[in-house]
């Protein structure tokens, strides 16, 4: 049977509705996900399908809640509140242990700073917290000299930068996110979301890879002491599936700024058509200098803890790079482990969020946005 899909489309991107109901239908009977895109600040694709969902339902976006973490660090550059090119140091001290004293906030935010994880591991009690992270992270020596290469800090990067944060601030990253990003503009974007709200959130149901997915994934490194398994806590004390992080009320309530975000794609969608647009009467929230420096490729080549090519601006994935080489240049956003996707296309004004149930195959952004993308990206450029 197939899946009915609800929500709207502006003129002239009814083949972004036509890709998006093809997807659905080559999914599992059990697909939810969300489709969202904004052009010049203006919604133009509003989709959703799936039982149980609509378009106010959460999901788990993992590392797609980087991109919120990195707009807090990239206002609070552009208010001259944290200057990237001060060390580390200046913020926090501590962070100066075992050699990491020289290194810049810059390099710390465009993953250069090698302290991907733990030697002995986190446990799962303390990735809830980004103020224990930091804490555990300013003693640990870097896995490479500081600046010197770069590699996805995938769970800790935002409690490193939100330690900075705090300590410039005297208020968590989360509580700066919400007074000056989500809340203003009504956000269905949480680092921290509230029980009240609980109802609407929609449990990450566990990757279904076909045979030969399965094999691909056996065929992949695991040891525990590798790079990877320690920047993914593989080798923690009590390591949990993917799956069960998001779907911890520990990590819902607190919102670690790396990885423990909730979202529906319009809050996606809709803080990256905040960044660079007016929207609803409000200037962008980020000035044209600053769109420019966090889209500026920072770190480029190979990645060692993904061991692939990689490339990121201040925080953010560049894009174009990355994932989708037809966007423009600068193009910056983030995508999670679950399949979500969001990012801003400055030149074209495009901004756009996905979100999916189910984790995807073989992780990061789902493959289904290369689809979903090209076709939002070709109607806003003939608008």
Known sequence: MTQEIHGSVADGFEAVREEFAALVASERPDYEGQLCAYVHGRRVVDLWAGDGTDAQTLYGVFSSTKGAAHLVVALLMQDG????????????????AEGKGTLTLRDLV?????????????TAQELTDDRVVAERLAEQRPFWRPGTAFGYHALVIGALTGEVVRRATGRTLQEVYE??????YG??????????????????????????????????????????????NRHGPDAVALEDYANSRAVRARGPASAGGVAAARGLAGMYAAAISEVDGRPPLLKPDT??????????????????????????????DTWHPFLGAGSFGHSGAGGSQAFADPRSGLAYGYTRRRLAFPGGAAPENERLVSAVHRAALAM
């Open 81 to 96: 509140t944290l200057e990237p090119d001060r060390k580390v140091t200046y913020y926090w001290p501590e962070f100066g």
């Open 110 to 122: 465009a993953h250069r700073a090698g302290v991907v994880g733990l030697d002995g591991g986190f």
């Open 179 to 184: 007074e000056r990003v989500r809340a203003p």
């Open 187 to 232: 956000l269905d974007f949480f680092l921290g979301l509230p029980a009240a709200l609980e109802p609407r959130f929609r449990s990450v149901q566990p990757m279904a890879p076909t045979p030969t997915q399965q094999a691909l994934l056996d065929l992949q490194p695991t040891g525990p002491h590798t790079l990877s398994s320690i920047a993914f």
């Open 291 to 320: 769109v420019a420096e966090v889209g500026q490729i920072h770190s480029v080549g190979y990645d060692l803890v993904a061991r692939a090519h990689k490339s990121y601006g201040l925080g953010f994935q560049a894009t174009a």
